[in-house]
């Protein structure tokens, strides 16, 4: 093809060489299940050249804290520097910490998918296909998509058809769990790797389709599931159980862990229908103007993206929901199509200390002594749209 992901090949490089070198490798990931499914397929490819991976880190969603890359994830890394460190999934906003990171020798790649702010990080390599140069064609690749085609660059042709297969499957469900678009390579992803989920090799999704999946399922039907099942961001020890369950080698262990994940699921699901229906409630008996903005102590940070989908799917209007903390909150954001929730919150990035994400599903974080401030300002940008 033509047009080539800015800095891919210059990161395979580098990848390369410190596999080469027995450089240390460490990776960072969102916790979802895009960030989770990239994380995974880059780990599998760089062990399979015999490279150090020491240590693996996820963001962790349910504290008070930077969205991304952040200042936790130096303390627990910085005891490896000096070292190659990967974010995947997340890193393109988060300035501050990037350029730490760098500062005390971990030599930073970011593997991005999410828009760019006005610049972008100090990182040693930046691959974002949303930053200026970048002139791959397709701007819809989920973090798994990107994180595919370094593996192909990293491998070549030491990629086995087992080892493509198995990434090609986690591909196609980390792009369906972001809800990319299901075209061009997207659609190469999903066409590939959806129809073999049934008869995959990967333990941990065997386990997991032996709890869930009933005889007449479609292939796509199947995919949804694992998906509902497996994005879920709690993390601990740094690692999501959604990533335990797909690197799980043993087929027992991988069994407990997808009965747990289950529960966790249901226990999920029911937190969610609470908290939307209060919001609910509230809003069917007064007027909600333009823009829906509600948060609170007793929401689960976690739980605020689904319940901001679900409200923002009911009422169709810009919805900001957030996790109230002590001094500062942090919440969901999603918007109906043809409105850019990024450029509502840099028109009150003034407000915010940190923000960020895709058109219509991303994140914010604020100081409460704030959070007036941000809803005024967010009224009245939403307000002036619509004339
Ligand atoms: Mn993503």
């Given at each position: 093809?033509?047009?080539e ?10 990848i390369?060489?410190?596999?080469e ?24 490819a ?7 991976i020491?240590?693996i ?29 990967i ?16 500062k005390?020798g ?9 828009q760019?702010l ?6 040693s ?12 064609l ?7 998509g990107?994180s ?59 386990a ?12 796509k ?9 497996l ?8 690692l ?33 229908r609470?908290?939307t229906?209060?919001i ?7 007027d909600?103007g ?11 940070l ?6 901001a989908?679900?409200?923002c799917n009911?009422f169709k ?8 903390g ?12 043809g ?10 990035g003034?407000?915010l ?35």
């Open positions: 093809m033509a047009s992901i800015k800095n891919l090949k210059k990161a395979a490089q580098r390369k060489k410190a596999i070198k027995k450089e240390k490798i460490l990776l960072f990931s969102d916790s979802d299940l895009d960030g989770v499914t990239s994380l995974v397929i880059l780990e599998e760089i062990r399979s050249l015999g490279g150090r020491q240590a880190c996820f963001s962790e969603r349910s504290l008070e804290e930077m969205h991304g890359f952040n200042k936790e994830a130096i303390d627990f890394f910085k005891k490896y520097s000096p070292a190659l460190l974010t995947l999934d997340c890193g393109i906003t988060n300035f501050k910490e990037i350029g730490l990171a760098e005390i971990l030599e930073t790649i970011i593997v991005d998918h999410h760019i006005d610049k972008i990080p100090k990182a390599i930046v691959v974002d296909p949303k930053q200026k140069g970048d002139n791959y397709f701007k819809e690749l989920a973090a798994v990107i595919y085609h370094l593996t192909q660059a990293l491998l070549g042709n030491k990629k086995t058809p087992a080892l493509k297969k198995s990434f090609i499957e986690l591909t196609a469900l980390g792009t369906l769990a972001d809800m990319m678009k299901e075209s061009e390579d997207n659609e190469v992803f999903i066409k590939e790797g959806i129809p073999s989920l049934r008869e995959t090799s990967r333990p941990g999704l065997r997991l389709l032996k709890v869930v999946a009933e005889s007449e399922d479609s292939p039907e199947i995919a949804r599931k694992i998906i509902s099942l994005n879920i961001t709690e993390v601990k020890n740094h999501p159980k959604s990533y335990l369950l797909l690197v799980s080698s043993d087929e027992l262990k991988a069994e407990k862990i997808a009965r747990e994940v289950c529960e966790k699921t249901q226990e999920r699901r029911l937190k969610i609470e908290v229906q209060e609910e409630e509230k809003f069917d008996s007064q909600s333009s823009v829906i903005f509600e948060g609170s102590e007793d929401w689960l976690v739980l605020t993206g689904a319940v989908s679900r409200i009911k209007k810009p919805t900001f929901i957030f996790k109230k002590k001094q500062i909150s942090k919440g969901s954001v999603r918007t109906p199509k409105i850019d929730s990024v450029k509502a919150m840099r028109r009150c003034h407000l200390e940190v923000f960020g994400g895709h058109t219509q599903a991303s994140g914010f974080t604020v100081k409460n002594e704030n959070l007036d401030k941000f809803k005024r300002c967010l009224i009245d940008y939403f307000d002036n749209l619509k004339l």
